[in-house]
Structures are given as C-alpha cells and as structure tokens.
C-alpha cells in the first residue's frame, strides 16, 4: 500500500506564474488536508477536503490560492501568479473516513521555489 | 485559540543520554497528540500517535506521554544515537486540522 504521493517533489516558478501540486492520497483514504511550512518555521494548516467538497479552508490566503478534490484523480493545489513569499514546503496528508481521531498520513511534501 | 509550544527550541546532547522533549498546548480538547521527525530537507515521519483517551505510547526507545489535563506531553528517547539528530515536531489535533510547534532540533554528538 503506497503511502502518501505527491508530485512534484521540486517545483521552480518565478514570479508571476501559476503552481500547480498534486496529492494523491493513500488507498482507501478520502479526506485531504494541505500545510505550509514556511521556512523555519512550523507547518500551518491551510485546507480540509473530502472528494468534490471543500470542508475546511479557513488556513487558506483568501486569495491566489484555491483547492480542489476531484471525484477522479488527486487533489490539486493551485497557486495563481506566485510571489516570493509562496516559497515553502507544502505538505499533504490523508486519513480514512471518519472521526477527528482517525490519524493524518503525510507525503514527502513538494518544495516550492518562487525566483 | 490552540497553541503549541515546543521546548527547547535545540538540544544537543553526547552520545548515549537519554533526553526528553517537552510540548504543551493550550486547550485540552483535542481528539489525538502526534509526534514526528523531520530531516532537513524533507518530509514528516510519523513517530508515535496518542489518542486522547490513551496516557502513553511506546516504540522501541522512544516513549511519548499526554497530560490532557494540564496540556502537557513529553518525548523520551533513550540511548540517544547520532542517527536520532533531526527536528522534532509535537502535534495535537483540535478539529480538522493539526496545530503543530515549531519544533524541537535535536543534535546528537557522537
């Protein structure tokens, strides 16, 4: 059972262009959450979904930033006209459906570069 | 609001000595507490998880605990190892999402 994917694993924009990462979750899992960890310092929630639906996005930028949870393929998170500042580690995590309880899985995280 | 604080910031310590880390949290409504290893440069691995109904968690020569009530949790690694130098993270989990510290950067010496 593969763990948590994401892809890519480098991404490198100058400013003012649009990134796009992409989080596969592990099988059976059909909540997604996204994090930031900005550089030194703690990783900050950014958004909950569930397939189709936004739960949660009350750690989301209000704006540039958006998420989707299509009923196919992986969640996307997409950066619009990227900013020095968007330079981090962004983290994705799955868990199975079900109670708060149930344990967040996490991938590699794909380090995002803005030039 | 749910803050998580983690103590020391960076510890470094010889070859052999059991340590522990230190994280407390402001609001004891929390379903679960986690604790992770991150490498510079890369990901989160996933150490120990207590749910909130549980006291303590143990896996090979790491032991964590969780005071609920007084908001407190602590990492104990014995027999530290070189190997053992990376940050620390200490998560607990409110709601949706997971609050995490800063972390704690551990430094090994052999």
């Known amino acids: 059972n593969a763990g948590v994917m994401q892809n890519p694993r480098h991404l490198v924009r100058r400013r003012g262009q649009e990134a796009r990462l992409r989080c596969s979750p592990m099988?059976?899992?059909?909540?997604v959450y996204w994090y930031r960890q900005l550089p030194e310092e703690g990783l900050k929630f950014m958004v909950y979904?569930?397939?189709?639906?936004?739960?949660?996005e009350s750690g989301m930028p209000k704006e540039r930033f958006s998420a989707e949870f299509p009923k196919e393929g992986p969640s996307i998170l997409r950066i619009q006209q990227v900013v020095r500042g968007d330079s981090a580690a962004y983290f994705c995590?799955?868990?199975?459906?079900?109670?708060?309880?149930?344990?967040?899985?996490f991938g590699p995280g794909t380090r995002l570069t803005v030039l | 609001k749910q803050e998580v604080t983690q103590i020391p910031a960076a510890l470094s310590v010889p070859e052999g000595e059991n340590l522990v880390l230190n994280c407390s949290f402001t609001?004891?409504?929390?379903?679960?507490l986690q604790w992770f290893r991150q490498d510079p440069g890369k990901g989160l691995t996933s150490l120990l998880l207590?749910?909130?109904?549980?006291r303590e968690q143990t896996s090979g020569r790491l032991n964590a605990s969780l005071d609920k009530s007084s908001g407190r949790s602590t990492l104990y690694i014995a027999a530290s190892q070189p190997g053992d130098s990376a940050t620390y993270l200490c998560?607990?989990?409110?709601?949706?999402?997971?609050?995490f510290g800063a972390g704690t950067r551990l430094t090994v010496k052999p």
């Open positions: 998560a607990v989990r409110p709601d949706n999402d997971m609050r």
């Open positions: 979904l569930q397939k189709e639906n936004i739960i949660d």
């Open positions: 609001d004891s409504a929390i379903y679960n």
């Open positions: 995590a799955s868990s199975r459906p079900g109670p708060a309880s149930n344990e967040q899985f």
């Open positions: 207590i749910q909130s109904s549980q």
């Open positions: 099988k059976g899992h059909s909540h």
